[in-house]
């Protein structure tokens, strides 16, 4: 692919995983209708390993507490950090094992652009329902392991091509406030990138035999950066608003990919 389609691809893939847009639908859209070949997967490596490192460099205030906390806590020292950190822990373990078991029996039935459209649809219309009914009291600090799991959870279900960010929707289900509700959700990622990344590169450097290039690098650190902007609007946004412009234009993106899959629109 020519360098500019691989940027294209990188600051779409990155926003569009920061955004509870889909970032399935957008990929699959432009792949579809211009025709562009398949990246590779040591682009797509690169990509998440930029997308974990600008989620994790947002965050870090969060995981320094956590780092700290723990510290803390292996000297008898009781901390509300440490045991965020422990619920992050617990909450990733069901979401590694069932996501990998996903992807073993089920992935290739799901990765349709019918099943997309539909759950991009669905998942939106989940959102703006439990966004503008549910109470708004709760705060990553009143996390509980119940909580976490329930939106770990959510996570699996993510794994579904276009149920994005179900993992916010179920907070608000929860009963957290929008901002946490994306805090909480983008904390509880960062452990489960970083051991499907670790996975994904030994696939890649010792089954496949394959390597990251230099321009995969470049897309990379385009992803990070992109991840951080992404980040800072969504959290500005959510101090203020609601997730209503992501529920219309999530409507919009799965309108679009059931008239290609259903070929209401030719390509």
Sequence with gaps: MALTQLIVLAVLQSLTEVFPVGAEGHVALITKLLHWPDPGNGFRLAVRIGLLLGVAAYFWSDLGDMIVGVIRATKGKRNPDARLALQLAVAAVPILGLGFAFEYYLAGDWETLHVMGWTIVGGALALWL????????????????IDTIVLGLGQVIALVPGAVAAGITLARLLGYERRDAARLYFLLSIPVS????ARDAYTLFTVEHGSISNIDILCGVVAFFAALI????LM??????????????RLLLGSAVLAVAYAWVSV
């Design 130 to 145: 439990f966004d503008r009914m549910c109470m708004t009291v709760k705060r990553v600090e009143h996390a509980t392991f």
């Design 230 to 233: 992404g980040l800072s609007i």
């Design 194 to 197: 970083a051991v499907v990344i």
């Design 236 to 249: 500005a946004w959510l101090r203020r608003s609601t997730f209503t412009p992501f529920v219309i234009y």
